[in-house]
């Protein structure tokens, strides 16, 4: 019988140990996270949860396994790769205290990707909202409805959601240099780019993407400063879902 393991899978390290890996690994299909193993799932639309996209680390089940298990929580969670439509994968215009620089949606009419819709229970919603900061005002994300058709997320052939929730950077997203909200590359590469392109970030954080993980996890208000240097350099804009979020912002 196949391993089904995480660790078989080549799934069990989490970005919140390794920040040079985030956002970590995804599956390659869809699969029930039951403890450290991912089972198979046929069922791709469970109406008695909540359904939240995931962009970034949510889903990768390491990632999610750790934030159970704070809370004692081990009850399953199905995750469904899903065609979206609607919008992309951008970079959240904040320093984690986890010692990366975060994913976050932006608006992008007609593009489309394979993400991962986490299908969340209450107790797991709870969990899942405070390792983002839900609710403001002192967190980094807001939990945003992201309504059909704007959004259109499939989870099988001829099944369309009538909306998903996805977490919202309130800071914005950092652009490609004209304004464009940028994509997120992966770690290593995008802190390679951002310390080349900024002498204030090198001084912040060092030279090297190690580096800069390194003092970003042992230093909250050097975090902070982080942040405050991305929208001092202009380097920061909407991500166009701002309209979705309560109080539109």
Not at 64 to 81: C, D, N, Q, W, Y
Not at 225 to 232: C, M, N, S, W
Request: net charge negative; charged share 25%.
């Amino acid at each position: 019988m196949k391993d089904l393991t995480l660790k078989a899978l080549g799934l069990a390290e989490a970005p919140r140990d390794h920040p040079l890996l985030y956002p970590g690994g995804w599956p390659r299909d869809s699969g029930l996270l039951d403890g450290d193993r991912l089972l198979p799932l046929d069922v791709f639309v469970h109406p008695d949860r909540t359904a939240v996209l995931a962009v970034g680390s949510n889903a990768s089940p390491a990632q999610l396994r750790h934030k159970m298990a704070e809370f004692g929580i081990t009850s399953p969670i199905p995750m469904v790769r899903a065609r979206v439509t609607g919008l992309d994968v951008g970079v959240s215009a904040h320093v984690s205290r986890l010692g990366y620089v975060s994913a976050s949606p932006f608006d992008a009419p007609g593009v489309v990707r394979e993400l991962f819709v986490t299908w969340l229970d209450d107790e797991q919603l709870a969990v899942v909202d405070a390792s983002e900061g839900v609710p403001l005002p002192n967190g980094n994300f807001h939990r945003a409805w992201l309504p059909a058709p704007e959004v259109r997320v499939e989870p099988a052939p001829g099944v369309t959601l009538p909306g998903v929730y996805a977490y919202v950077n309130r800071h914005g997203v950092l652009h490609d240099g004209t304004g464009v909200p940028r994509t997120h590359p992966g770690q290593r590469s995008l802190l390679s780019e951002l310390l080349v392109g900024s002498a204030r970030l090198r001084e912040l954080f060092g030279i090297t993407p190690e580096e800069f993980c390194a003092r970003a996890r042992a230093d909250r208000r050097l975090c902070e400063q982080g942040t405050r240097l991305f929208k001092d350099e202009k380097l920061v804009t909407t991500s166009g879902l701002e309209r979705y979020t309560e109080g539109g912002g």
